[in-house]
């Protein structure tokens, strides 16, 4: 089992920064990918930027060059540094992970209990 634990959502003005972190326990060497996803109350989660077991990066088309998904290996924790808010960013931030045991075991996500960002205008 993977556990994830989120942290540093909160309160901040349109234009300001904020860092999101997202620590990995247990069975860490199973992640094959690390996330952010967001919700919005009454929509569906989206991805907001993932790293890959490999370094590999990817962004959602509206972070536009904003934010920065970061990772520190030592401390299996994730960072994603959000900078340039804009009050459409208010949402619940989840932190995810894409776990694979076994390559002959079908992979499945495991997610943080959510951190909420909300950007004042």
């Known amino acids: 089992q993977v556990q994830l634990v989120e942290s540093g959502g909160g309160l901040v003005q349109a234009g300001g920064s904020l860092t999101l972190s997202c620590a990995a326990s247990?069975?860490?060497?199973?992640?094959?990918?690390m996330g952010w996803y967001r919700q919005v109350q009454g929509k569906g989660r989206e991805s907001v930027a993932r790293?890959?077991?490999?370094?590999?990066?990817n962004y959602a088309h509206f972070v536009k060059g904003r934010f920065t998904i970061s990772r520190e290996n030592a401390k299996n924790t994730i960072h994603l540094q959000m900078s340039r808010l804009e009050p459409e960013d208010t949402a619940v931030y989840y932190c995810?992970?894409?776990?694979?045991?076994?390559?002959?075991?079908?992979?499945?996500?495991?997610w943080g209990q959510g951190t909420l960002v909300t950007v004042s205008s």
């Open positions: 995810n992970a894409e776990i694979q045991i076994l390559p002959s075991v079908s992979p499945y996500d495991n």
């Open positions: 790293i890959t077991r490999n370094g590999g990066i």
């Open positions: 247990g069975n860490v060497g199973s992640i094959q990918a």
